[in-house]
T-cell receptor, first 111, second 113 residues
Framework: GQQLNQSPQSMFIQEGEDVSMNCTSSSIFNTWLWYKQDPGEGPVLLIALYKAGELTSNGRLTAQFGITRKDSFLNISASIPSDVGIYFC???????????FGSGTKLNVKP | DVKVTQSSRYLVKRTGEKVFLECVQDMDHENMFWYRQDPGLGLRLIYFSYDVKMKEKGDIPEGYSVSREKKERFSLILESASTNQTSMYLCASIRGIEYNEQFFGPGTRLTVL
């Protein structure tokens, strides 16, 4: 099946720093989704991207849908302790019956 | 807001027991999914359903079955629980194929002793 390669695997940053993570695929996606998962909870949808080149913001989060449709980036500005968690990228299969997930980026923020 | 709920947050069962994990969504979504999540392995699809009484195997269906008798409810069944089924189980739903946003429940952490 399709593989989503997400990097970095983990990050340790200081509060106030900006964060960037990305996801790449060997296949084209028509939608990119970014989720955050807090410890012991289910993933929560942060941003959905539908068009190549699209740049979408949600508060301090900004995500971009790559022009090639094979990648996506998530940026977090001015990180705060509650940003701690695991961030996943995801994309649906062509018939939307299956979703592919990246392996996650674990974010740690030092106060 | 879309709400996906799961019947238990934590569950402890013994090897060989039959286990039912229930998932309910309140937004009339057509497609529902069951995943398990394990450290280092990410989210892996067990089964999904695109309509009442319809189901499709995901990537790791062995040892599991599912039931969808009503649109809002999707159940995952472990016929005879084994220790290697200890995991975090996540249910998710989407409105339909024209909608791409998948919403997750809070998860059930199952421990099989």
């Amino acid at each position: 099946g399709q593989q989503l390669n997400q990097s970095p695997q983990s990050m340790f940053i200081q509060e106030g720093e900006d964060v960037s993570m990305n996801c790449t695929s060997s296949s084209i996606f028509n939608t990119w989704l970014w989720y955050k998962q807090d410890p012991g909870e289910g993933p929560v949808l942060l941003i959905a991207l539908y068009k190549a080149g699209e740049l979408t913001s949600n508060g301090r989060l900004t995500a971009q849908f790559g022009i090639t449709r094979k990648d996506s980036f998530l940026n977090i500005s001015a990180s705060i302790p509650s940003d701690v968690g695991i961030y996943f990228c995801a994309g649906p299969s062509y018939n939307f019956n299956k979703f592919y997930f990246g392996s996650g980026t674990k974010l740690n923020v030092k106060p | 807001d879309v709400k996906v709920t799961q019947s238990s947050r934590y569950l402890v069962k013994r090897t060989g027991e039959k286990v039912f994990l229930e998932c309910v969504q309140d937004m009339d979504h057509e497609n529902m999914f069951w995943y398990r999540q394990d450290p280092g392995l990410g989210l892996r699809l067990i089964y999904f359903s695109y309509d009442v009484k319809m189901k499709e195997k995901g990537d790791i269906p062995e040892g599991y079955s599912v039931s969808r008798e009503k649109k809002e409810r999707f159940s995952l069944i472990l016929e005879s629980a084994s220790t290697n089924q200890t995991s975090m189980y996540l249910c998710a739903s989407i409105r339909g194929i024209e909608y791409n946003e998948q919403f997750f429940g809070p998860g059930t952490r199952l421990t099989v002793l």
